[in-house]
Every structure is written in structure tokens, then in C-alpha cells.
């Protein structure tokens, strides 16, 4: 399995969510279910080189966008996990030729 081995810019944003079915009674009285945790997602936004976004953008297509994954080192994390792009489009910035930038969410597969 291919590896995404970028490293983002210092700003990136962690979810991490639960799923957790309620239901709502005509008496007012609840019932609440837990379904289970639900995959780890990382908003990631990177601002470098033209060439290393390039190289993102192709990692990007070479994925087909959200259809494969890959293994992946979460920002602070010492292990890899599974993951995969949650888009299926990836919007790039060019500023002249000194940087570009993109965002994109980077989500666990929990199998």
C-alpha cells in the first residue's frame, strides 16, 4: 500500500465523532443507542513548493481521489493508520512560482 509522507502546513484540523442514534418519544423520553466510533478525520492545508504540491495533486490522482487508500502518519502520531482522501476533488492555488497550496481531508478507514 502506497504512502502519504507530506507533511502539512502548521495549521490542521482534527474531528473525531461518535455515532450515537437517539430516539424521541411522544412522552418527552429518550432512548439513546451507541452505534460506535465513527472514522478520525484531519483537515489538512499545505503550502509549499509548486513541485511538492505537484507531487501531492499526482499522489491525489493516483488514489482516484477518495476510492483507494493508503497508509498515512497523523500530525503527532508515532504509528500509520489506513486512510483516504474524503473528496473526490482536490482545488489547488498557484501563487506565482514561489508557492502553491491546497486543502484537503484526510479520513481513517476503520476495518
Known amino acids: 500500500m502506497a504512502t502519504f509522507s507530506y507533511m502539512p502546513y502548521w495549521v490542521y484540523e482534527y474531528t473525531t465523532d461518535h455515532n450515537v442514534l437517539i430516539s424521541t418519544f411522544e412522552s418527552g423520553r429518550e432512548q439513546r443507542r451507541y452505534k460506535g466510533v465513527r472514522p478520525r478525520k484531519w483537515k489538512l ?45 482536490l482545488r489547488i492555488s498557484y501563487y506565482g512560482k514561489a508557492y502553491a497550496e491546497c486543502e484537503l481531508v484526510i479520513q481513517e478507514v476503520i476495518e
Not at 48 to 62: G, H, L, R, Y
Not at 71 to 89: M, Q, V
Request: avoid cysteine; hydrophobic fraction near 40%.
Open 45 to 89: 492545508v499545505f503550502r509549499q513548493a509548486p513541485s511538492t504540491i505537484d507531487n501531492i495533486v499526482a499522489f491525489f490522482n493516483e488514489r482516484k481521489g477518495a476510492y483507494e487508500k493508503f497508509d498515512w502518519i497523523p500530525p503527532g502520531g508515532s504509528s500509520s493508520i489506513s486512510a483516504r482522501f474524503e473528496a473526490n476533488s
